[in-house]
């Protein structure tokens, strides 16, 4: 395989031409701010021409429509995460208030207070847990001022003070070692089954990463991570099979889900607000492309045609 050299913005925009991507001269200011291989490498699939021999776009595409593209996932992942940071607080805050409630507050990482384990893997899974949470705090004493505090003045640390240093993945992974009737408890604090709950919780946290290092959001799709088909799915009417929901199961209509489950729902809540910024942005892309279907778009993030109504 040949080795990849470094290419010039001009020569950039020569080799797009040449394959018969329409670039006007303003393209290279763009590439100037942003990063080529994010650009054109992340979002030109759904441009290309398929039928084609080698690499070719679409006949009449254009460079701002690939742009438009990735702007709009830009902009959704702005969405995305300034709930998913709002939902993490609230679930770490009731995680620890329950847990403290029953373990207390000092002491509380004894393999005792977790569920009961039924082989070496699963053993071996909480102590994983157990030993990543010890770790953070030796690894955050001495750099966050609440850490420090506790450990200095009274050599523990609260769980109710750690969650704040703890990713939500992290979290994630307490919550799925916790006994069932401690799991129940939290669920119940949200109004959700536990084991909904459960796969909620493991599909946010990765979809909360994705935004944060700003990743490829709109066609993303977990392969390990599908969402339990419950209340939810059943009041939107999305057709199940096997079990599992057609769409709104492992993809950003999955997120979606979740986010109404957790955000307010008044007329004037958080989540109408949400679904009103996502529909804006997708009016938008929808005026900027002209190559590629809006409908496709939406497939892609597993967004039924009528998702604004349901």
Not at 161 to 190: P, T
Not at 223 to 228: G, H, L, N, R
Request: glycine share 4%.
């Amino acid at each position: 395989m040949a080795n990849k050299v470094f290419k010039s913005h001009n020569s950039q925009l020569r080799i797009l031409r040449s394959r018969g991507l329409i670039v006007k001269s303003s393209a290279k200011k763009i590439l100037e701010a942003e990063n080529y291989y994010n650009v054109i490498n992340g979002y030109k699939d759904l441009f290309l021409d398929r039928t084609a021999a080698s690499e070719t776009y679409k006949n009449g595409a254009e460079f701002t429509e690939i742009f438009a593209l990735y702007e709009f996932d830009r902009e959704l992942r702005f969405i995305f995460l300034k709930r998913l940071l709002k939902i993490e607080n609230q679930i770490k805050s009731v995680i620890a208030y329950k847990f403290s409630e029953k373990y207390g507050h000092d002491n509380y990482l004894k393999l005792v207070n977790f569920d009961s384990y039924r082989n070496d893997r699963e053993l071996s899974a909480r102590m994983e847990v157990i030993s990543t949470f010890q770790r953070k705090i030796s690894e955050q004493s001495g750099k966050h001022n609440a850490v420090t505090h506790y450990v200095k003045e009274y050599g523990y640390v609260p769980l109710w003070v750690l969650v704040n240093v703890l990713e939500f993945g992290k979290i994630s992974k307490f919550f799925g070692i916790l006994k069932l009737q401690d799991r129940q408890a939290v669920a119940r604090e949200f109004g959700i089954q536990e084991n909904a709950f459960k796969s909620y919780l493991k599909l946010m946290s990765v979809f909360r990463n994705v935004c944060a290092h700003d990743e490829r959001l709109y066609n993303s799709k977990l392969s390990s991570i599908e969402i339990v088909a419950g209340p939810i799915h059943r009041r939107l009417a999305i057709p199940v099979a096997n079990g599992k929901p057609i769409y709104g199961n492992n993809d950003l209509f999955a997120l979606l889900i979740c986010l109404k489950e957790f955000l307010p729902n008044r007329t004037r809540g958080e989540f109408p607000e949400t679904v009103k910024q996502i529909d804006k942005e997708i009016d938008k892309l929808q005026n900027n492309i002209h190559t590629v279907n809006i409908n496709d778009i939406l497939l892609m993030m597993g967004f039924p045609a009528n998702w604004k109504t349901i």
